[in-house]
């Protein structure tokens, strides 16, 4: 009789098998290389780092690119609630260098925050009329930076009219640590610059009034003031009318069949499994980062 752990391990296996099946016939469909970055966010609970982008991602991909003919380029395949903008800019770096920035983007659901960074980098996205792209401003303790320095900017302005109500605004001004602000301009900044210098370099490499685009697109996916949430959906056409070069999915049916399938594989393996994270190439190669157990 099987234990419990060989057991575990043959549906594991079985998940495995499903991955890499739908992601080869994704591959034989754009007869390109496809890594999948996906993560559980939507499955899972727990802290929501174990879920973001981070410098430990670099592994994975090495992984997946190590071997690969580079030549054919790359369909990433997309699923992340977003993380930390180094760790993206050093992974965005890293696949356009290799892939000599012929890197698509494929949204089945959502990519989220530095997740839709990471798609603007590319030069091209394909999304579902089912599927999102988030704001790209960028968040200092949890909170948006352009929201604090609008919050402020809005008690300076308010002393300047009454200063005689100083004293109420106490306690909100102790809140901000002596570096705040400018820790939220350079985020900013920072934020800003290596998305514009991504799409200048690439999706809209020689292209005529591409800084005119280019201005509208970080208007409207940086911009706090649009967006008001950090967590809004962009939805297909929200993104097309932003001028990002994005092609909707269901114009082609067999790349929507290969790609959602691929992407219930990955959804099916975090539902079923303790998987968080997963980084696989169509080959299989896979690198897979699990929950801890619960404690007993």
């Not at 799409?199 to 003031?225: D, V, W």
């Not at 962009?234 to 067999?254: C, H, I, M, R, W």
Request: overall charge positive; proline content about 4%.
């Amino acid at each position: 009789m099987p234990s419990w752990a060989e057991i575990l391990s043959e549906v594991q296996t079985a998940h495995d098998a499903a991955r890499k099946k739908y992601l080869a016939q994704l591959s034989a469909v754009t007869g390109r290389n496809v890594i999948a970055y996906y993560s559980g966010w939507q499955q899972k609970s727990g802290p929501g780092t174990v879920f973001s982008i981070l410098d430990s991602d670099m592994t994975g991909f090495m992984g997946a690119v190590n071997k690969r003919d580079r030549s054919k380029g790359l369909d990433l395949l997309l699923h992340t609630p977003g993380g930390e903008i180094n760790a993206t800019e050093s992974i965005v770096n890293y696949l356009l260098y290799a892939f000599k920035g012929d890197v698509r983007a494929i949204v089945p659901h959502q990519a989220m925050s530095a997740g839709t960074i990471i798609a603007l980098a590319c030069r091209e996205i394909i999304m579902g009329m089912h599927s999102s792209l988030g704001p790209i401003d960028p968040q200092v303790g949890g909170l948006s930076a352009h929201g604090l320095i609008e919050e402020f900017n809005a008690i300076q302005d308010a002393l300047k009219d009454n200063p005689q109500k100083a004293q109420a605004w106490v306690p909100v001004l102790q809140q901000y640590r002596p570096t705040l602000i400018g820790t939220c301009l350079k985020a900013i900044k920072m934020t800003e610059g290596i998305v514009e210098g991504w799409l200048k370099a690439n999706m809209f490499r020689g292209k005529k009034g591409a800084l005119k685009t280019i201005t509208k697109i970080l208007h409207e996916f940086g911009s706090h003031q649009r967006s008001l949430n950090h967590g809004r959906h962009f939805n297909y056409d929200k993104v097309s009318a932003t001028g990002v070069n994005v092609s909707q999915l269901e114009s082609n049916p067999d790349l929507q069949e290969a790609a959602l399938s691929a992407h219930h594989a990955f959804i099916v393996t975090f539902s079923g499994t303790r998987v968080v994270k997963i980084i696989q190439n169509h080959s299989g190669a896979a690198f897979i980062q699990s929950a801890a157990p619960d404690p007993k």
